[in-house]
């Protein structure tokens, strides 16, 4: 098996309410104009797509119990080139409708990080790694 990863499908309640919260941080669906949009919604990101499904159809499709808890235990970050950015990222965050789980701060690593949660409750980190490279496509490497 390949070292990647190719798709990040998210199991959400509402796909409509979600798909919103995501145009609104500024993201725009590959696949926006097509009949697909209304039962899948997917976003290329860098080298792989983050994709929005019914939570009940995910469920039949991987034919194992999925339930929506408070927070799944599994985070996605969002780096960012310093803690200024930070700060804005989570304020936007919560402007398109997300809720503020831990407000930026200095953290134990020595970088700068908050947590907001999308409407699904799946937790992102917006972080300042200043021992890591973010390259000018938004690729991340430790």
């Known amino acids: 098996m390949e070292q990647r990863l190719s798709v990040i499908t998210l199991g959400v309640v509402g796909l409509a309410a979600s798909r919103a919260f995501y145009d ?13 949009v209304d039962s899948i919604v997917a976003y290329d990101l860098n080298g792989f797509s983050l994709a929005l499904y019914p939570l009940d159809h995910l469920t039949q499709d991987a034919t194992v119990p999925l339930t ?4 799944p235990s599994v985070t996605l970050a969002y780096v960012v080139s310093s803690p200024d950015q930070v700060d804005q990222m989570l304020t936007r965050a919560e402007r ?3 809720a503020l789980v831990k ?3 200095k ?3 020595g970088g700068y990080s908050g947590y907001f949660a999308d ?5 992102w980190e917006v972080a300042h790694n200043p021992f890591a490279t973010l390259g000018a496509d938004g690729s991340f490497k430790w």
């Open 119 to 123: 409407p699904d409750g799946y937790l």
């Open 107 to 109: 953290v134990s690593w």
């Open 24 to 36: 609104r941080l500024g993201w725009r669906a590959a696949n926006a104009g097509t009949d697909e």
């Open 96 to 98: 398109a409708g997300g």
């Open 103 to 105: 407000p930026a701060q």
């Open 68 to 71: 929506k808890g408070a927070h």
